[in-house]
Each structure stands twice: as structure tokens, then as C-alpha cells.
């Protein structure tokens, strides 16, 4: 990390996304998510009061904790599921958040569609895919999209978009370059892709929303 300070992290990290965003001739926005799981509330409200409004939380009781102190003192702040939701908790989210990027499952969409239509709250959602075809992580096969997308829409599930996390310690770009080709191909304009390691990458190859972390807070411990 070079520099300790949040708002000069939080405007490195904007820079390195507008410099991706003009290398591949993009007119559109991308969504910086702040990633602030494990983070107290001290650490996240340097972010808010540089600017920063789009935040990202893995898990639901964590954010249950911290977000509605937050919001209470800045109340246009954006709060975004990224990690993978139990469909015990889906009234919880929709209660919570503004967009779930974690669907991946009939069960889940079931849950959700369920806890929106009590809750007469839609929050976006984003299909999380496996993209590496990795046995131990989450999100749904590459060859069962088709179908759990055509039973999230007719579940009424907002899908805005797809979301995914590529292998870990190889070459990004293809399974970003996947991803926006599989969000082609079902008219989906939203794509969640690139972590602090790699964002500027996924925003050179379409992504809309990245998710960072660590280079905005530091190393979780
Ligand atoms: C933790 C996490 C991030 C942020 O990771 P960094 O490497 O700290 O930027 C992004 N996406 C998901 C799904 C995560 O769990």
C-alpha cells in the first residue's frame, strides 16, 4: 500500500479505473463497490466523507451490525451482497441491501422472490457464475446459466447482470472476457468482475461494477 490516507486510496483507485475505462474507449460509468467486509465502522466512514457512496459486504449479519449506524448519518449510501447468501437469510438481504450479486442456485431465487414480494423491495440482482468450473466455489456452472437465469426471470428477479470471482494465481482476462461474453449473449448490460488485484483488467474488458477491497482499506487481518 502506498499511502495510508483513505481519500488518497479511494482517488488512486478511481484514477486507475478512469485510466482503464478511456484505454478501451468506454463512455459509461463504472461503479467502484468498496469493499468493507471485516472493516469497523472507524474505517469506513473516512471512505464516506471522502466521497465514496457504493459499499460491499459479504456477509448479512456483519452488515446487519454496521450499515444501519451508517446510514442513519449518510442516508444515500448504496450497500451491495457479494458473498454467498444462505436462503435462510434472503428476507434479511432484501431487507438490507440494494443489490445481491451472490444468486446462484433455484433454491436461492425461490428464497428471494419469496422475501421481495413480502417485503415490496427489489433489490438488483447479479447471477453469480463459476467461471473456472472450480469444484469448491460458488456460483452456478457455466452450462446452467441458461436455465437458472430463465427461472430468475420468472421469478421476477431483477437480474441486472452476472457477477464473478476468476481462479486464484492465474491469468485473469479470459475468465473476464468469458464472463462479458456470457452477459452478451443474455442481454444483460451489468457485469460485476475485478478485485484489487486485478480491476483496471476487468474494466479494460467491459466490467461495470468492480469490487474492491483491500486496496482501499488496507489488508484484512
Ligand atoms: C473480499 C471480496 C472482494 C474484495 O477483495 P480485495 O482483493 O480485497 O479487493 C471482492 N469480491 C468478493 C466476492 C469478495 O469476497
Known amino acids: 500500500m502506498t499511502t495510508d490516507d483513505p481519500a488518497a486510496r479511494l482517488a488512486g483507485v478511481r484514477a486507475q479505473i478512469d485510466a482503464a475505462r478511456k484505454l478501451a474507449g468506454r463512455q459509461d460509468a463504472v461503479t467502484l463497490i468498496a469493499v468493507s467486509k471485516t472493516h469497523p465502522i472507524e474505517a469506513i466512514t473516512p471512505l464516506i466523507a471522502a466521497g465514496q457512496r457504493v459499499f460491499g459486504e459479504n456477509r448479512v449479519q456483519e452488515a446487519q451490525a454496521k450499515w ?14 457479494i458473498g454467498q447468501l444462505q436462503s435462510n437469510k434472503a428476507a434479511d438481504a432484501v431487507a438490507l441491501f440494494d443489490a445481491i450479486h451472490a444468486v446462484d442456485r433455484p433454491s436461492l431465487v425461490a428464497a428471494l422472490a419469496k422475501a421481495m414480494d413480502a417485503a415490496d423491495r427489489r433489490p ?3 447471477v453469480q457464475v463459476n467461471i ?10 457455466v452450462a446452467e446459466l441458461p436455465m437458472l437465469l430463465a427461472e430468475a426471470r420468472h421469478a421476477d428477479l431483477p437480474v441486472v447482470g452476472l457477477m464473478a470471482v476468476p481462479p486464484l494465481d492465474v491469468e485473469p482476462a479470459p475468465y473476464f472476457a ?9 442481454g444483460l448490460a451489468g457485469l ?4 484489487s488485484s486485478d480491476f483496471a483488467t476487468a474494466v479494460t ?17
Open 192 to 195: 460485476s468482475m475485478g478485485m
Open 178 to 186: 468469458l464472463l462479458a461474453k456470457l452477459a452478451r449473449d443474455h
Open 205 to 221: 474488458l467491459g466490467a461495470t461494477h468492480v469490487r474492491v477491497g483491500s486496496a482501499l482499506f488496507g489488508d484484512r487481518t
Open 132 to 141: 473456472g468450473d472450480e469444484p469448491q466455489k460458488g456460483g452456478c456452472a
Open 124 to 126: 438488483d440482482c447479479f
Open 68 to 81: 444501519p449506524t451508517l446510514r442513519e448519518a449518510q442516508p444515500d449510501l448504496h450497500l451491495a451482497l
